[in-house]
């Protein structure tokens, strides 16, 4: 019900006459704390007084009226309706205070919900700001990382195309080595050819030359050759035919040994298209006795054909 019609009922409640589901109605209004209500039930007295029959009352005649005494009943319930009307103030006015107390608390809990609130859209702004500052650095992490990339494949390609160019360079280095290390032993087979044909013309003009023949050595057989030696000579003269291939990386040289067992090494030589040497070997001082000669193999210094003074022929 409305407060208009609640307010209209007050003075039956007031009575006592209203049936129990409306006085529940009325003590629900009057709980939830209207001022209107509560004073017009407080400013009322307690009950109305019941009609009692009259007796007539005749013309002229002077009739005196009794005095009517409330009953013990009504003052009872008077009583009552008192005690239920403060208690229901006390308890208006303790739900009120009660209530206040919960409003303050709630404003409280509110204002420092607000505050952490507060505080964390802080915090998420702070993060949100240091996440994209990550981003960025990440981004640009790539970038650089992309650049030494680049930077490590260009140069990867750069050392490749060089390292091909160093090869092919070391190659014709190597070429031109070769050419030049044949033509230096050209060079010097030639010079050599010279010296060896000028001491050959100087013994042969020289009276009282001397020929040791030089016999193969075991288990080489169709070699052959010759020492042209003269006394007063400081040279004398190799000659060999038919010598064995070479293997490569080996070369012939002249080992000479003088009677006094001094050894006089001659320079390492390669034979020509047909296997012979002719080669001059220079001694320490002239007069030197020759005592022994050999060709030998090199680096394995294996005896190819050898000579000696004094020994028997055959």
Known sequence: MTHEELHTLLPAYAAGTLDAATSEAVRAHLANGCLDCLNEVFGRPVGLPRSTPQPAIRPHAFVPVPEVAAPPRRRGLEAVVIVLSLALAAVVAWTIIELRGREAASRAQAGAAAAQLAEAEAVRRELVARVRSLEHDVEAAK????????????????????????????????????????????????????????????????????????????????????????????????????????????????????????????????ADGHRDVVMSVRLDAAGARLKEVEIVIDPAAQAVLAGRRGAPDG
């Open 143 to 270: 970038g650089e990382a992309s650049r030494q990339a680049d930077a490590v494949r260009e140069t990867a390609e750069t050392t490749a195309r060089l390292q091909s160019e160093l090869d092919v360079a070391r190659e014709r280095i190597a070429v031109l080595t070769r050419g030049i290390s044949r033509r230096d032993s050209e060079i010097e087979r030639l010079l050599h050819g010279v010296e060896d044909e000028r001491a050959l013309y100087g013994l042969l003009g020289t009276p009282g030359i001397e020929v040791l023949p030089l016999k193969p050595v075991a288990p080489f057989r169709d070699v052959r050759g010759q020492v042209l030696w003269h006394p007063a000579r400081d040279t004398v003269v190799v000659y060999a035919f038919g010598l064995p291939p070479l293997a490569s990386g080996s070369t012939y040289r002249v080992r000479v040994v003088l009677d006094d067992g001094r050894q006089i090494p001659g320079l390492a030589l390669r």
